[in-house]
């Protein structure tokens, strides 16, 4: 999925998706020192968090706007451009690490992703991840398309969210063994009274492509006003994220 982000706004109003992460790097079991690719690094932030847990990291990407960032903020921690369904290593690592980005692979290249991850980690290297699972977002989504339908329009779901059974058999099949795996709800906030708004202009871009900028914000407005009695609550906006988490490592 081709994206161009505003990294600015990204890195300042969405910090929650690298601070969630910081869970899921605890199922890392690997000593000091081990090599680690942050798949999906987006700004960075997390990749200096496993940095500072002595890992020698280095942050892949396919976003420019993103690396960008990240290459200012953190410069002694090498970021490298990599389109994650088709990425190779000089030399294999024992850690490969992803936070909130195979949701955003198109269900027919996860088989490649999880070739090359397979082929980049070590024997007995560890691959420990999570994104959106099934059901992630259901009321937004479900609203969106409701609201698109009355604009003649169809809404294309733009994420992949595969149940576990589903997903750890894909993982499977490419040679890795699943040793953990969760589907849990997330209840997400977000930030400000405009927070459900600017999180659907920040993360369903795709959906829009053919949608002029004044008709986009119609929709936008009426969807949000419908999911204001389930997702607004005590003066604060949520997001309904449901995760998948895992850990495989390479036998």
């Known amino acids: 999925m081709n994206i161009k982000w505003d990294a600015d706004k990204y890195t300042k109003d969405f910090s929650f998706v690298h601070q969630y992460g910081n869970d899921v790097a605890e199922l890392i079991n690997c000593e000091k020192g081990g090599t680690l690719i942050d798949l999906g690094c987006g700004s960075g932030a997390l990749t200096k968090v496993l940095q500072e847990k002595g890992f020698r990291v280095t942050g892949m990407d396919s976003s420019e706007e993103?690396?960008?960032?990240?290459?200012?903020?953190?410069?002694?921690?090498?970021?490298?451009?990599?389109d994650a369904?088709?990425?190779?290593?000089?030399?294999?690592?024992?850690?490969?690490?992803?936070?909130?980005?195979?949701?955003?692979?198109d269900k027919e290249k996860q088989a490649n992703m999880l070739a090359c991850v397979h082929r980049a980690l070590k024997g007995?290297?560890?691959?420990?991840?999570e994104f959106g699972g099934h059901g992630n977002n259901a009321r937004i989504h479900g609203v969106l398309a409701e609201v698109f339908s009355e604009h003649g329009y169809?809404?294309?779901?733009?994420f992949y969210f595969p149940t576990i059974g589903e997903y750890a058999s894909m993982v499977e099949q490419e040679g890795l063994l699943v040793r953990y795996a969760a589907l849990f709800d997330?209840?997400?906030?977000?930030?400000?009274?405009?927070?459900?708004?600017?999180?659907?202009?920040?993360?369903?871009?795709?959906p829009f492509a053919k949608v002029d900028n004044a008709e986009r914000d119609e929709i936008i407005n009426q969807t949000v006003e419908r999911l204001k009695k389930s997702l607004y609550r005590e003066g604060r906006w949520y997001a309904d994220y449901v995760r998948i988490r895992m850990k495989a490592v390479n036998e």
Do not use: C
């Not at 200012?72 to 921690?77: A, V």
């Not at 007995?124 to 991840?129: C, D, E, R, T």
């Not at 169809?154 to 733009?158: D, G, H, K, L, N």
């Open 154 to 158: 169809e809404y294309r779901m733009p």
């Open 124 to 129: 007995k290297g560890q691959f420990v991840f």
């Open 66 to 82: 993103l690396l960008e960032t990240a290459r200012r903020k953190y410069p002694g921690i090498p970021f490298i451009w990599a």
């Open 85 to 105: 369904a088709d990425f190779s290593v000089e030399e294999a690592v024992d850690v490969i690490f992803s936070n909130a980005v195979f949701h955003w692979i």
């Open 186 to 206: 997330r209840p997400t906030e977000l930030k400000g009274e405009d927070g459900l708004k600017e999180w659907i202009r920040m993360f369903v871009k795709t």
